[in-house]
């Protein structure tokens, strides 16, 4: 799975489902540094999955000035 960056984003949080038979989306991936992330985790061959991903933002990366 792959996904343009977003500003500020300090990682990414990614899920997925089997719209076949799921209704939700499972966390997968919370904490995935880039814009990919490889599923190789209990997929069944032939079956459509649909991915989700969340832009996250690590408040104690964010510097601030004191005036």
């Known amino acids: 799975v792959t996904w343009d960056s977003s500003v500020n984003a300090t990682d990414y ?4 489902r089997r719209p076949d038979t ?7 991936a919370p904490n995935v540094v880039g814009t990919s992330y490889t599923d190789s985790s209990g997929l069944a061959s032939g079956i459509l999955y649909q991915y989700f991903v969340v832009a996250q933002r690590n408040p104690s990366s964010t510097t601030s000035q004191l005036a």
Do not use: D, K, M, P
């Open 13 to 16: 949080l990614v899920a997925r």
């Open 22 to 28: 799921e209704t939700f989306f499972t966390i997968i």
